[in-house]
């Protein structure tokens, strides 16, 4: 098993292991097109509460999987494609197959993570910018974070060089909301510089970590109280830690990448990868790592 991880101290990498590896960021990206989306709020090129293209749901409702729209990621059909190594279908049919245009609740009646409603995230800030979502990704957030490593994979040739875990052949597209990789290091220095409004105003910083809070305990996880803001999941941990980041998952890895919030003098951010598909584990290496 492949294990690396990082932890950021006041700005700084305090500690380390395999910081030059490049990692799957797998729903990490969520964290990431949630920040490009608030920077066009921050511009006045969209809004976080008027409705997108005539439908009945805001980008906040979007961006905290409050939408109604359904998750393709319990479709059967999917799993067993990626499986096979079939190529991605086409978005019209995956949609299709998901049955998206009929909500499961009324947007902001209801919670459910949907990977659809960030594929949507990501057609919106294509479609504000005029750029293919790795190119406003790019200048919208990570150049302005200083993140120059990280980048998005559309083929499988991107991830030439990349810890997939027993996911080799696997091709990126299947994520399509859109999978970022990069080191670890460069995972948690991009939430702390975030989470320390390096690119958005503080009002923004607020309503990403403003959580709607979740049943808890969660079962197998280590989360005690668990909520989900705009792009972040966040929370209290099983061991009374409060905690801001994204966990994330695919074929053969897992990455979760968090900062504490309770330790505001000293800012500290923890990421941990590994290639395994045990979540829990993963956010627990993290989660342990925030306490040290």
């Avoid at 999917?78 to 279908?89: F, K, L, N, S």
């Avoid at 972040?232 to 897992?254: D, I, N, Q, Y």
């Amino acid at each position: 098993m492949i294990k690396s991880w990082a932890v950021i101290e006041d700005g700084v990498v305090a500690d380390s292991r395999d910081a030059d590896r490049i990692v799957p960021w797998w729903s990490f990206t969520k964290t990431i097109l949630a920040a490009a989306a608030l920077v066009l709020v921050r511009d006045g090129l969209t809004s976080l509460d008027a409705p997108i293209s005539g439908r009945p749901y805001t980008l906040r409702h979007l961006l905290q999987h409050r939408s109604g729209l359904a998750e393709y990621g319990r479709l059967a059909a999917y799993h067993e494609a990626v499986a096979r190594g079939d190529e991605p279908w086409p978005v019209r049919d995956l949609l299709a197959r998901a049955d998206a245009d009929r909500l499961r609740y009324d947007p902001g009646e209801g919670w459910d993570y949907s990977n659809i409603g960030y594929l949507f995230v990501r057609q919106s800030i294509e479609a504000l910018t005029g750029e293919s979502a790795g190119q406003a990704l790019q200048r919208l957030v990570l150049h302005p974070l200083g993140i120059e490593g990280a980048r998005l994979a559309t083929r499988p040739g991107d991830l030439a060089g990349v810890s997939m875990g027993r996911a080799s052949g696997y091709h990126p597209a299947w994520v399509y909301h859109g999978l970022m990789v990069g080191t670890v290091p460069d995972a948690a220095m991009l939430l702390h510089r975030l989470m320390s409004g390096m690119l958005l105003p503080p009002a923004l910083v607020r309503a990403m970590l403003e959580p709607y809070e979740l049943p808890g305990p969660v079962e197998g996880r280590p989360w005690r109280r668990p909520g989900y803001g705009l792009g972040v999941m966040t929370g209290e941990t099983t061991r009374g830690l409060k905690v801001a980041g994204h966990t994330g998952g695919g074929p053969g890895s897992t990455i979760a990448v968090y900062r504490s919030l309770d330790r505001r003098d000293v800012p500290r951010v923890a990421a941990s990868f590994a290639t395994t598909d045990d979540q829990a584990k993963t956010e627990e290496k993290a989660f342990g790592l925030l306490e040290k």
